[in-house]
């Protein structure tokens, strides 16, 4: 089982073994995706929000290991990666899952989130995938517009706080759409699914600049993914965790 999910590691560019987790930095300059996400904005999500969620993980796995009422084998569980732990959720003692898949989902989704993102194009047609992940799209969804369409619609509809998805079965690589909600991720609940884009719609990502004016903020959206990053995402690791 543990081979299994050896493919997590590949969702980022690095997962961490240890119980202490470090805030990556950002790839690129905070004003770097301006005028569709302010430097303003990005300190905010990423110094504050990221690094919020990495401090609280880390204080509950700390808290886990040292916990002298549980057994070893459950103080174990605290130094796996948090990619893992997110997928053994039950197993953790249920005095620290909440924390754990709150804040290290968090963790875990703003670590994939920032990498997805790239400077932005003047317009969202000139910036599409090509490929096999196109033809991938294409073959699920009709067409790339139909895609955006379902993926825009979801995104500006999700109710309260939460995350829309693009993800493939590892397997099949059949794409899906679907949304979850708070830092929850679609990998959690089957660990075939690889996520290849993600969209942050809590109000913290979008609000410093966009205020109550969600779609604005989706529509642009589409001028800032990096689509290589994406592409490699399907191109490479599905097919290497094919291959466990």
Do not use: C
């Amino acid at each position: 089982m543990f081979v299994s999910i050896v493919f997590l590691s590949i969702i980022v560019s690095y997962v961490q073994s240890q119980i202490e987790l470090i805030l990556p930095p950002l790839p690129y300059e905070y004003n770097a995706l301006e005028p569709v996400l302010s430097e303003k904005l990005m300190r905010l999500h990423h110094d504050k929000h990221h690094q919020a969620y990495t401090t609280k993980t880390n204080v509950a796995l700390n808290a886990m290991a040292t916990d002298e009422t549980l057994d070893d084998q459950s103080k174990e569980l605290a130094k796996l990666p948090i990619e893992v732990i997110l997928t053994q959720i039950q197993r953790i003692p249920e005095k620290y899952q909440s924390t754990l898949r709150n804040n290290g989902g968090g963790y875990v989704n703003h670590k994939l989130f920032f990498t997805m993102l790239r400077k932005p194009t003047a317009t969202a047609t000139e910036n599409q995938p090509t490929g096999p992940l196109l033809d991938a799209i294409e073959s699920s969804f009709g067409s790339f517009d139909k895609f955006k369409e379902v993926f825009t619609s979801a995104s500006v509809n999700l109710f309260g706080s939460g995350w829309v998805w693009l993800h493939t079965n590892a397997q099949t690589k059949q794409l899906t759409i679907n949304s979850t909600m708070n830092q929850d991720n679609p990998t959690m609940f089957d660990k075939d699914r690889v996520i290849l884009l993600g969209i942050d719609v809590w109000e913290h990502a979008y609000y410093p600049v966009y205020e109550n004016r969600r779609n604005e903020y989706v529509d642009n959206f589409w001028r800032i993914i990096n689509w290589p990053f994406v592409e490699s995402l399907f191109t490479q690791e599905t097919a290497r965790h094919s291959d466990l």
